[in-house]
């Protein structure tokens, strides 16, 4: 529906006039939409089909689109077995989820302290931890890697044989909750901002602490915002290569998406092999995303815009 | 004209200003427990962030061996600095160029996703579906991409890129040739776009533009469809009403894109790291990790951290640019 307003101030409502002018530039939009979906899809589309392909004997005479010779699913053994994946998983998941909770629990609480009370440096405090998230990784790196080296820690989490943090995998859970730290904090006080003053006003009149007001007041109204959080943070830890890969030199202490190097480095040819082990790694991530893609989308968003 | 940048569902009210409680009407254990709540993720957050990136800064002007303890660090002055612009010029400078193309690539990239926002924007059929595909390379880690493209996309028998490349075949994963290249006066290596970084631009393309896509989706659902309307009556055709009334009103997601793109072409590691093909294809992000860790590399902490300085510098400008905007907008509300 169209509203035309005539120099007089007459108006006038077109109903369907425009929905026919327009039809031949919504043909072309959807032509030029499904190419570039076609063009998404080619990359992990080939993966996919040549991931179950043999290379030497199939991909490399054939073409990465030819009708196969024979299906496989021996460059998804070889993967596994090669990059140790059943291990790797294991060490990923003992990092990502421990530090999901922790960035959480420790973000929404100074975003509950500096969004929900007025003292002299919650602004500045909101500042360090946007701008601390912002730095590059590799400015901070040397430093880490001598303090994990250096300091002893206590036998329950250091390393047996050295006393220290350097390449164990608590070393990369401190590093993932002090950084990411920096951006849900960012996010949740923006959406903590959103909440009204009044709740918070009305349950300390009914005599409610600061510890009352945060779990049982605010923590349960920032739940869709921690949800998209959790879902963001999952696949940002569980991506992450650079802490992953430098933090950890022993292949067996590992997260799987960093030890897909040393995948690279044994197979560098066998370019179906790659295509597998590329696959499994991505899994999670890509199944996560359909299942809870609204979330994904929304920590984004929120991540971006203004409270 | 206001317009509400809030995606979320609850409705934003009016900040009572200076009438909210202060520190001091708290009793003994609130005060207790909000400094727990603040300082212990600040203590963390300072301890693994910030003083880190400040030591990094102190030992780039010094010298260190890290087999020896860090009572045997020298101080040593300007002289790393000196070192990395003048000896190691052929590894600072491409490096360097290769981070400015990525800035100008991922900008290019980033108009491309505006636009893929602005056509999904229209309320077409199938819409989510579009959206779902053009935005799932974005969970991907970088790493995996870059291993996605290399199996069926780069290799120089098989590889999908060279069917739509003019010429002979190229091994887009290792091929450092330059694609253009141009002399400067002060410099020994000519510096251009080596083909295998030029491959890994299009597979970082792939993910980057449906990353761009989403947050100008979220930002165009909040412009005020009545803006538009407006501008339609007043006869603007759809080109003058995307400039001078939609961009316009964009303005807070233009500066997250702004700065994402260029942070995300500073920081750029993953891929180039994952992929391992150190000619041509060297950002500032490898050539700091290369330079702490690599082989030999020991005594080149100094250098190392003042490459890392050098990179810091550069992101600097930006993550103050964007802090200010941001919590300037938030106390003017």
Known sequence: MTVVTFDDGTTMILNEQPKQRIRPARIVLHAFLITMAIAWLIPIGTAVYNSFRFYEADTQPNGVFAVPTALTLENYRDAWSVGEMGKTFGNTAFIVIPSIFLI???????AFACTRFSWRFNVSFLVLFTAGNLMPQQVMFQPLFQFFKRVPWPDVISDSNTGNLLGTKIAVIFVHVAFQTGFCTFVLANYMKTIPKELGEAA??????VLRQYFQVILPLTRPALAALGTLEFTWLYNDFFWGANLLSQGDQRPVTSSIAVLNGQYATDFNLIAAASIIIALPTLIVYLLL??????????????? | VTI???VSELTAVPSTGHRRRRFSALTRSDKFWLKVMVGVPAALHIALVWIPALLTIALSFTYWDVLRPPSTIKAVGFQNYWFI??????????ALFNNFLLIIWLTICSMIGMLFAYLLDKNIRGGRAYQSIYYFPVVLSLAVVGFIWKSTMFSRDRGLLNTVWPGGRV???GDGSKLFQFDLPFLDTPLGLSKNFAALLVAMAWRHIGYVMVLYLAGLKAVDPALREAAAIDGCNEVQSFRNVVFPSLKPINVVVVVITVIEALRAYDIVAALNEQRGTDVMGTLVTRSLLGEGASDRVGFGSAYA??????CLGFIIWYVISHYRETEES
């Open chain 1, 104 to 110: 959480l629990l420790l973000s929404s609480a100074v």
């Open chain 2, 4 to 6: 509400s940048h809030d």
């Open chain 1, 293 to 307: 893609q609204k979330q994904f989308i929304a920590g984004l968003t929120l991540g971006a815009s203004k409270g």
């Open chain 2, 85 to 94: 612009f003048t000896v190691f010029d052929s590894d600072l400078f491409p």
């Open chain 1, 204 to 209: 300390s009149v009914d005599g409610a602490g």
């Open chain 2, 309 to 314: 300085v050098v990179l810091l510098l550069l």
């Open chain 2, 171 to 173: 091994d887009f994963v």
